[in-house]
C-alpha cells in the first residue's frame, strides 16, 4: 500500500494495480480499468520482446508470464491483471497456484458475452491467437456457453497480434484480407487484447457483425477485487 501525504487531503491511500501484456494490447484493458479506478497507481509490463505469446509453448510462456508477474510485484503491485488472453487461458491457474497470495485478473476471450448477446442459430467469429485457439480453457468456456445451435468458428490469425505490436499496416491487411467468408458472421469476438487497437479495419472487413471485447468485463472484476482488498 502506498501512503501520499498532500497539502489539502491529510493522508491519500492508492492502490498499486500491475498490468501484463506481450505488448500494447494490454493498453485497451487499461484504459477500462482507469475510467472505473481513476485515482490509483498503475505498473504496466509491456513484453514486447517475447511478443507474441501465441506462438509459445506452455514452458515457455508459464516462465515468460512467471517473470512478467516478478517484475511487477517487485514494483509493489498489489493486484496482477493478465491483459492478456493468451496469458489467461494458459497460465492462470498456474499463477495461483505458484503466487497464493496475489489477486489475479485474468482476461478471457468474451465468449459467454457474445453468445449471450446473439441469437441461436448465430455464427460466431472468435478472433484469437495460436495459444488461446488451441487452449484447453477455450474449448470449455465454448461448451458452457454456446446456445444449441450457434455455430463458434475458430480463426488463430497468425502474425497479427506481432503485426499491430509493430504497427506494421501491410502485414495486419494482409492478415485481414485472407479471412473467408467474413459476411456470414453475425459476431465477432476480439479474442486479443491487441485485436481492438485495429478495431475500425476489423470492422470494416466484417460488415454486419457485431463486435465484441472482454475489457469492460476485466475492469469491472477489478473493481470488485479492489473493493474486496480494501
Ligand atoms: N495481447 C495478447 C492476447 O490477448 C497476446 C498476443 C500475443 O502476444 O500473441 O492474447
Known sequence: MLVRFQP??????????????????GKTVLKEIKKLLPNEEYVYFADSKNCPYGTKTLPELEQIVSDGVE???DKGAEIVVLACNTATTQTIDYLRKKYPLVPFVGTEPAIKKACDESSDGAKILL??????AHAE???ELVDLNKKPKQI???????GLARAIEDDNEAAIDKILAELNNTEKYETV??????YPIIKEKIAQRF?????????????????????ELN
Not at 489539502?8 to 494490447?25: A, E, T, W
Not at 478472433?127 to 488461446?132: C, M, Q, V
Open 137 to 139: 480453457r477455450t474449448r
Open 189 to 194: 469476438i476480439l479474442g486479443c487484447t491487441h
Open 71 to 73: 517484475y511487477l510485484l
Open 152 to 158: 463458434i468458428e475458430i480463426d488463430a490469425c497468425p
Open 207 to 227: 460488415p454486419g457483425a457485431k463486435l465484441i471485447d472482454g475489457s469492460v468485463g476485466v475492469a469491472k472484476e477489478v473493481l470488485r477485487v479492489y473493493n
Open 127 to 132: 478472433l484469437a491467437t495460436e495459444g488461446t
Open 8 to 25: 489539502d487531503l491529510p493522508i491519500f491511500i492508492c492502490m498499486i494495480i500491475g498490468i501484463l501484456d506481450s505488448g500494447i494490447g
